[in-house]
C-alpha cells in the first residue's frame, strides 16, 4: 500500500505563508519525483512545483519567486513552503508520487483571504 499523506492546509491573509508536508508510506522513493499540483473549483489541476530525485525543480511561472519545494529523502517527505501568499493562490492542493504510477494524496485546502 502506497499512501500519501499531507498536512499543513489552512487559512491565510494575503502576503502570508504557510508550508505543506507531504509523507510517502509503503516503500523508499529516493529515487522518484514529487511535486505539487492545485486545483481551484471549476478549473483544471496544474502543476505547480516539481522535484526529482537529485534536486532538480520546476515550478509554475505564477508561482516563482514565490514558493520554494523541498524535499526530505529519509523521510520520503516533500514540502512546499509558500510566501506571499495571494488570493488567487487559493485552492486545493495535491501531493504527487511518480512511479510506474502515478500517486496522488486526498489535497488539502489552502484559503488566502484578501
Known amino acids: 500500500q502506497v499512501q500519501l499523506v499531507e498536512s499543513g492546509g489552512g487559512t491565510v491573509q494575503a502576503g502570508g505563508s504557510l508550508k505543506l508536508s507531504c509523507t510517502a508510506s509503503?516503500?523508499?522513493?529516493?529515487?522518484?519525483?514529487m511535486g505539487w499540483y492545485r486545483q481551484a473549483p471549476g478549473k483544471q489541476r496544474d502543476l505547480v512545483a516539481t522535484?526529482?530525485?537529485?534536486?532538480?525543480?520546476t515550478y509554475a511561472n505564477s508561482v516563482k519567486g514565490r514558493f520554494t519545494i523541498s524535499r526530505d529523502n529519509a523521510k520520503n517527505t516533500v514540502f512546499l513552503q509558500m510566501n506571499l501568499l495571494k488570493p488567487e493562490d487559493t485552492a486545493v492542493y495535491y501531493c504527487?508520487?511518480?512511479?510506474?504510477?502515478?500517486?496522488w494524496g486526498q489535497g488539502t485546502q489552502v484559503t488566502v483571504s484578501s
Open positions: 504527487n508520487l511518480r512511479t510506474t504510477y502515478d500517486y
Open positions: 509503503g516503500g523508499i522513493f529516493m529515487l522518484n519525483a
Open positions: 522535484i526529482t530525485s537529485t534536486g532538480s525543480t
